[in-house]
């Protein structure tokens, strides 16, 4: 693993059961397009409420979060719902002018990472590259992750620290799709792609790669 300089830094496809979502895991040419994926099928148990609906600065959480992700480098985004997901759909409604899709994770009870395996089949065979956003993290930048996507030139995995804290979003290559595959319950990606040989750590200064909504009163 290497280390890399600090950084300066609707339209949709409508509502899909895991089952039902397309998208293999062909190899495409390494420099084939980019997607972002936005996990969003938590349950709020936290928040006591439907957590991607709360307002912040004025929208509902799961907007701003698509919101950075769409402007993003990216060819479109998959976005994986599941708890309230027609609520949340209706949210998204008139966003991504044909670049989003939303995927349902009817399983999303048990876990993170379920979550995450409906995500990656539902990208397009084409899909080389893969950026993956939390949607309780409204902060996160698209530079950020432009960055990120930017570094998977010379490695399969490209992970930011803030002051040497594990952060938010997190950008990898085809080539690692098959080893998440083995995720169970809350396992995010993370753990798997630092063990790579060729995965590359990214220094960032920007605090909201790990300021994430828990609780009301973070959005207050």
Known sequence: MRLSPKSSAKQTEGLHDAGDVSGGMNDPDEDGPAYALVLAAGGSS?????????????????????????????????????????????????????????????????????????????LPPDAARVVVFLGDMPLVSAALAAELLNALGSASAALPLYRGQPAHPAAFRRSVFEALDGLRGDQGARSTLQRLSDA?????????????????????
Not at 67 to 80: E, H
């Open 200 to 220: 590359v750590l990214i220094e960032t200064e920007e605090p909201g790669s790990i300021f994430d909504v828990d609780y009301p009163a973070d959005v207050s």
């Open 46 to 122: 936290r928040f006591g409420a439907t957590k991607m609906l709360a307002n912040w600065r004025g929208e509902p959480l799961i907007r701003a979060v698509m919101g950075v992700a769409l402007a993003s480098p990216v060819a479109g985004v998959v976005a994986v719902l599941g708890s309230s997901s027609d609520e949340i759909g209706c949210a998204l409604d008139d966003m991504g002018e044909g670049r989003l899709r939303l995927v349902v994770n009817t399983d999303w009870q048990s876990g993170l990472a379920s979550s995450l395996r409906v995500g990656l089949s539902a």
